[in-house]
């Protein structure tokens, strides 16, 4: 009978012992907070010469962690790997041009969105032709590993586009450059820092379909966190921080940013 008992205690100690090393339930319950956002997406998520990381969502991150009491460390994550990031905990916040959608909240928890844009095109200066989503019919566009934006044309416009498989926008941008695709469509802010970045023309259509509300990743279950994340992103947009952000990297691009509000929650459940 004391063996036994003595066996049960091990197994509770052993037990208790896991518990305590694994991952608190929720962010707010962390000291320092790991936030994954994009290495590849100029006035977005960069990677400077140096290795840091800049742009838009690296300083809604760096907000939102002030705002939490946090102290924030920057992970790049390309955008195959998002979902991958944080359900692995990886990272606890992902905020890398995550568009909300129903197939994705199956497996992670959104936060916000803290920024609605629409879906554009960017072409060479000379081309005249595109004018809107229809006018992609038969033309080139690319598909990035892990975004859905081209797949969107063709399966929510039903417009019969011929995509073209990249690694990346840089490649994207450089076969737009080079004749071999006709047109990038993605999130408006991502076409504008690449225009801005590349500086040789490249233009938007300016226009606007398909709205894209993105949002952060956080480990399913974190509605706590998820929660606190929202009040943090409302206190941005209420104290000019968003308004003063979207110009600081966009200013400069054509983007409309004449009305910023804050967005419509998802909802943390």
């Not at 037990?15 to 956002?37: F, K, Q, T």
């Not at 962690?65 to 990886?90: D, H, M, N, W």
């Not at 992670?108 to 004018?131: K, N």
Request: charged share 25%; glycine share 10%; hydrophobic share 45%.
């Amino acid at each position: 009978m004391r063996r036994a008992l003595a066996v049960v205690l091990t197994l509770a100690a052993l037990a208790g012992a896991g518990c305590a090393g694994d991952r608190p339930e929720s962010v707010v319950d962390l000291d320092e907070i790991v936030i994954a956002v994009r290495p590849d997406l100029p006035s977005i998520g960069f990677r400077r010469p140096d290795g840091t990381l800049e742009g838009f969502d690296v300083d809604v991150g760096r907000y939102i962690a002030g705002r939490l009491g946090k102290k924030a460390t920057f992970v790049p994550v390309y955008a195959a790997e998002r979902e991958q990031v944080v359900t692995s905990g990886r990272a606890d916040l992902v905020l890398a041009t995550y568009t909300i959608s129903m197939d994705r909240k199956q497996r992670v928890l959104f936060a916000g969105p803290y920024h609605v844009s629409y879906q554009d095109i960017l072409v060479r200066p000379e081309e005249t032709a595109i004018r809107g989503v229809r006018d992609l019919k038969g033309r080139r566009i690319c598909e990035v590993q892990g975004a859905n934006a081209a797949q969107r044309v063709v399966e929510e416009r039903g417009v019969a586009a011929e995509v073209v498989p990249v690694r990346d926008y840089a490649a994207c941008v450089a076969a737009l450059k080079a004749g071999r695709l006709d047109a990038i469509t993605t999130n408006d802010v991502i076409l504008a820092g690449l225009a801005i970045q590349d500086g040789s023309g490249l233009r938007l259509v300016n226009t606007r379909f398909n709205e894209q509300r993105t949002g952060v990743g956080l480990r399913r279950g974190d509605v706590e966190g998820c929660e606190a994340v929202n009040r943090a992103i409302t206190a941005m947009y209420q104290d000019g921080t968003a308004a003063r952000l979207l110009g600081r990297w966009f200013g400069t691009s054509g983007l409309n940013l004449a009305t910023v509000a804050v967005p419509q929650f998802e909802g943390c459940s």
